[in-house]
């Protein structure tokens, strides 16, 4: 069937055992690993900030460096996760086990830039900046519970059964 996960009632694999072993080697997913939960920090700095901006009217330059500073961290994360991405699968973005990931993680990216453009352009006042912030946020909180889920799927796959001969998601 198309579209199915499982394919002759094989169940379907995020990693081959070549990936996975490429993956396990790679220095890139020590560094992916380091960087998710340090951005998931600064964002969480950055949050308060915004929301502290957004109810109080104080604190819009903490609130505006906290955003540029998150919006580093997920555009370093995202080189590092494509450049992963290429030593596991082959490809630096759309590999068929995180296709979906990726696409979200470029509407991410989108908001982020799109509140560095408006910033710098002062097309927006400081409390529609933040909105934008919240909105790039509210984006980046659901691109990295896929992550997470696909985290656990792995987890779960690898403790099942060894691993197929294909992999595809």
Same mark, same amino acid.
Not at 119 to 141: N, R
Not at 145 to 156: D, I, S
């Given at each position: 069937?198309?579209?199915?996960?499982?394919?002759?009632?094989?169940?379907?694999?995020?990693?081959?055992?070549?990936?996975?072993?490429?993956?396990?080697?790679?220095?890139?997913?020590?560094?992916?690993?380091?960087? @998710?939960?340090?951005?998931?920090?600064? *964002?969480?700095?950055?949050?308060?900030?915004?929301?502290?901006? /957004?109810?109080?009217?104080?604190?819009?330059?903490? &609130?505006?460096?906290?955003?540029?500073?998150?919006?580093? *961290?997920?555009?370093?994360?995202?080189?590092?996760?494509?450049?992963?991405?290429?030593?596991?699968?082959?490809?630096? /973005?759309? &590999?068929?086990?995180?296709?979906?990931?990726?696409?979200?993680?470029? /509407?991410?990216?989108?908001?982020?830039?799109?509140?560095?453009?408006?910033?710098?352009?002062? @097309?927006?006042?400081?409390?529609?900046?933040?909105?934008? %912030?919240? @909105?790039?946020? %509210?984006?980046?909180?659901?691109?990295?519970?896929?992550?997470?889920?696909?985290?656990?799927?792995?987890?779960?796959?690898?403790? &099942?059964?060894?691993?197929?001969?294909?992999?595809?998601?």
């Amino acid at each position: 069937m198309a579209g199915s996960h499982r394919a002759a009632g094989k169940p379907v694999f995020l990693y081959t055992e070549e990936q996975r072993a490429r993956r396990d080697n790679s220095i890139w997913t020590i560094i992916q690993g380091v960087l @998710a939960p340090i951005q998931f920090l600064v *964002f969480l700095v950055s949050l308060a900030l915004v929301v502290r901006y /957004l109810v109080t009217g104080a604190g819009y330059d903490a &609130a505006t460096i906290s955003i540029l500073i998150k919006t580093v *961290f997920l555009l370093t994360i995202m080189v590092t996760g494509a450049i992963w991405e290429k030593v596991v699968f082959g490809q630096y /973005l759309f &590999a068929p086990a995180f296709f979906w990931e990726d696409v979200f993680s470029f /509407l991410v990216i989108a908001l982020h830039l799109a509140y560095v453009w408006a910033l710098w352009t002062s @097309a927006l006042s400081p409390t529609e900046e933040m909105w934008l %912030a919240l @909105a790039a946020y %509210a984006a980046y909180v659901i691109n990295a519970g896929q992550f997470l889920w696909k985290l656990r799927v792995a987890r779960l796959q690898a403790s &099942a059964s060894p691993i197929a001969d294909e992999a595809t998601a």
